[in-house]
């Protein structure tokens, strides 16, 4: 939509999980793992958020265009609740990435782009540590760091060019 001298464009995409069960053996009984990590069994991908949300709200004035991008993920539950409700493993608080871009087309066949991925440098949550064990009885808390859910590399910079023949 016009905006001033230039157009501002809004970008979102909301996923929901509805359900998502699976069992290890037929005869077993269906376990819900929407809203935890989940599980690999049965070749399944981990990682069961109830919801994801992907937005990029964007302006360009002439050659030039900038865009900021979030993505959300909920808090999520370790997946070693979902089979005992009284595990102490910790799953995630939610989590908000933030990416910048600008761009500037310099002629009809060349193209610039600068940007910051993890703006704000979010560091990555600590999960399915166990809070209860004591470090002073040599019961470390532990945890993963999960880097197929959360950047991992920190703030990175980038810049490019497209150039057609």
Known sequence: ????????????????????????????????????????ENGLNEGVFEYRVFSTLGYSLGAARAALQWEHRPSIDATASVLDPDSPQLGAPSYNLFDLNVGYQLSEDVSLLLGVDNLFNKRPPLTSADPGN????????????????????????????????
């Open 1 to 40: 939509m016009p905006v001033g001298p230039g157009r501002v464009t809004l970008n979102s995409v909301f996923n929901y999980m509805l359900e998502f069960r699976s069992s290890d053996l037929p005869a077993n009984p269906l376990v819900a793992y929407a809203g935890t990590f989940g599980t690999t």
């Open 134 to 165: 004591d470090p002073g009885i040599g019961l470390l808390a532990s945890g993963v760091i999960n880097g197929a859910f959360y950047d991992t590399q920190g703030k990175r910079f980038y810049l490019g060019a497209n150039v057609r023949f």
